[in-house]
């Protein structure tokens, strides 16, 4: 397991996350071995919207059955509406609670931002944007209020690293009168919805075509998934699904962007730095994804650098998609493992990574025998 030497670094997790305001010192990146594993010749669900899924038997894997109640009674405890672990592209366990069903949708919450960074990936590959491209040749000028000078270094690849430079206290808000200038893009990292959000907007003007039909076409319709998007706030735009379908596109993104044998993103350089550190001020975040096993991290809403892994309990090469209420998608390439989370909030009410994260992990570790 993950868990003896790291309860420690937890609990100075859970101490330090409670302060903000403070400065720190990045800690060394740890190496990681991030390898996907091959493609060819593994499972795949047909790409088609409530098609079978194939099982295999937590039994047959070596899975704890009473370390299973244990989790289940957790899980039901924190509001969990639905939970699915994928074994090798099959569904070991597949867990719904209440009167949420298979067929119930739920919000992603920003889990849903793995989705715009694939698309970005997407467009990329088509010829239609790159990453170092300014956000105002596709936004226009005076999409910020920032100073013409500055609001031109901001690229789209500062908007999928959350290094705009923008004042993140107007959280969500994508006007132009909200997104201020408090550095220069690439000098300050903060988890940021607004500019975030106009990247949809990029993609879109890129492509000559609403975002959300992009999106289907390009990538929802070719691998299964259902769902739409949609704004929760008037600025926001959050998806929505069954928890099936997360779990589609974390299989997806654990296959090297391949389905059977489908190239969906060819690029597989893109992949690779999406989920690996973006930038040099949160050795745990990636093109909009959350990485584990690194030397320290960042919180949304704090600017300090806290020393360790993002979830201790954790197999050290997991990267995340983590929405507000504790939606999670995780992704073990070591483990040819995906688990999905959605349901109501843990506890914490973060807008990304919680505690949530570690005690689920210490008991998916207890029940997989990890």
Same mark, same amino acid.
């Given at each position: 397991?993950?868990?003896?030497?790291?309860?420690?670094?937890?609990?100075?997790?859970?101490?330090?996350?409670?302060?903000?305001?403070?400065?720190?010192?990045?800690?060394?990146?740890?190496?990681?071995?991030?390898?996907?594993?091959?493609?060819? $010749?593994?499972?795949?669900?047909?790409?088609?919207?409530?098609?079978?899924?194939?099982?295999?038997?937590?039994?047959?894997?070596?899975?704890?059955?009473?370390?299973?109640?244990?989790?289940?009674?957790?899980?039901?405890?924190?509001?969990?509406?639905?939970?699915?672990?994928?074994?090798?592209?099959?569904?070991?366990?597949?867990?719904?609670?209440?009167?949420?069903?298979?067929?119930?949708?739920?919000?992603?919450?920003?889990?849903?931002?793995?989705?715009?960074?694939?698309?970005?990936?997407?467009?990329?590959?088509?010829?239609?944007?790159?990453?170092?491209?300014?956000?105002?040749?596709?936004?226009?000028?005076?999409?910020?209020?920032?100073?013409?000078?500055?609001?031109?270094?901001?690229?789209?690849?500062?908007?999928?690293?959350?290094?705009?430079?923008?004042?993140?206290?107007?959280?969500?808000?994508?006007?132009?009168?909200?997104?201020?200038?408090?550095?220069?893009?690439?000098?300050?990292?903060?988890?940021?919805?607004?500019?975030?959000?106009?990247?949809? !907007?990029?993609?879109?003007?890129?492509?000559?075509?609403?975002?959300?039909?992009?999106?289907?076409?390009?990538?929802?319709?070719?691998?299964?998934?259902?769902?739409?998007?949609?704004?929760?706030?008037?600025?926001?735009?959050?998806?929505?699904?069954?928890?099936? !379908?997360?779990?589609?596109?974390?299989?997806?993104?654990?296959?090297?962007? !391949?389905?059977?044998?489908?190239?969906?993103?060819?690029?597989?350089?893109?992949?690779?730095?999406?989920?690996?550190?973006?930038?040099?001020?949160?050795?745990?975040?990636?093109?909009?994804?959350?990485?584990?096993?690194?030397?320290?991290?960042?919180?949304?809403?704090?600017?300090?650098?806290?020393?360790?892994?993002?979830?201790?309990?954790?197999?050290?090469?997991?990267?995340? $998609?983590?929405?507000?209420?504790?939606?999670?998608?995780?992704?073990?390439?070591?483990?040819?493992?995906?688990?999905?989370?959605?349901?109501?909030?843990?506890?914490?009410?973060?807008?990304?990574?919680?505690?949530?994260?570690?005690?689920?992990?210490?008991?998916?570790?207890?029940?997989?025998?990890?």
């Amino acid at each position: 397991m993950y868990q003896t030497a790291k309860r420690l670094r937890f609990g100075l997790w859970i101490a330090l996350a409670a302060l903000t305001g403070l400065t720190g010192c990045s800690g060394d990146t740890e190496p990681v071995d991030t390898e996907l594993p091959p493609e060819t $010749g593994l499972y795949f669900p047909e790409p088609t919207a409530f098609a079978p899924w194939e099982t295999v038997d937590p039994s047959a894997l070596g899975w704890d059955a009473e370390a299973e109640a244990g989790l289940d009674t957790y899980l039901d405890s924190k509001g969990t509406k639905a939970l699915i672990i994928l074994k090798g592209g099959r569904i070991a366990k597949e867990t719904y609670f209440g009167s949420f069903t298979r067929d119930s949708l739920w919000y992603w919450a920003s889990a849903g931002k793995t989705l715009t960074a694939f698309t970005v990936g997407l467009a990329r590959e088509e010829g239609l944007l790159e990453l170092s491209d300014a956000t105002s040749g596709y936004l226009g000028t005076g999409w910020t209020s920032a100073p013409a000078e500055k609001e031109a270094l901001i690229t789209i690849g500062d908007q999928l690293r959350m290094t705009t430079g923008l004042n993140d206290l107007a959280f969500d808000c994508v006007a132009p009168g909200c997104l201020q200038y408090m550095s220069d893009a690439g000098q300050r990292w903060a988890y940021h919805n607004g500019p975030y959000t106009l990247l949809q !907007s990029v993609v879109a003007q890129a492509a000559s075509e609403n975002f959300a039909t992009y999106f289907n076409s390009r990538l929802r319709n070719r691998i299964g998934m259902d769902g739409l998007w949609f704004s929760t706030n008037g600025s926001n735009n959050v998806y929505f699904s069954t928890a099936r !379908s997360m779990a589609r596109f974390g299989l997806l993104v654990l296959r090297r962007g !391949s389905w059977n044998g489908e190239a969906i993103l060819g690029d597989s350089g893109y992949l690779e730095d999406m989920l690996a550190p973006s930038q040099s001020l949160n050795a745990s975040y990636g093109y909009l994804w959350w990485l584990n096993g690194r030397g320290s991290f960042m919180l949304p809403g704090s600017q300090v650098v806290f020393p360790g892994s993002l979830v201790p309990e954790a197999p050290p090469d997991l990267v995340a $998609g983590l929405g507000k209420n504790d939606q999670k998608l995780y992704v073990v390439p070591s483990l040819d493992l995906v688990v999905i989370r959605m349901g109501q909030d843990a506890g914490e009410n973060r807008a990304g990574p919680s505690s949530f994260d570690n005690t689920l992990w210490e008991l998916l570790s207890d029940y997989m025998k990890l």
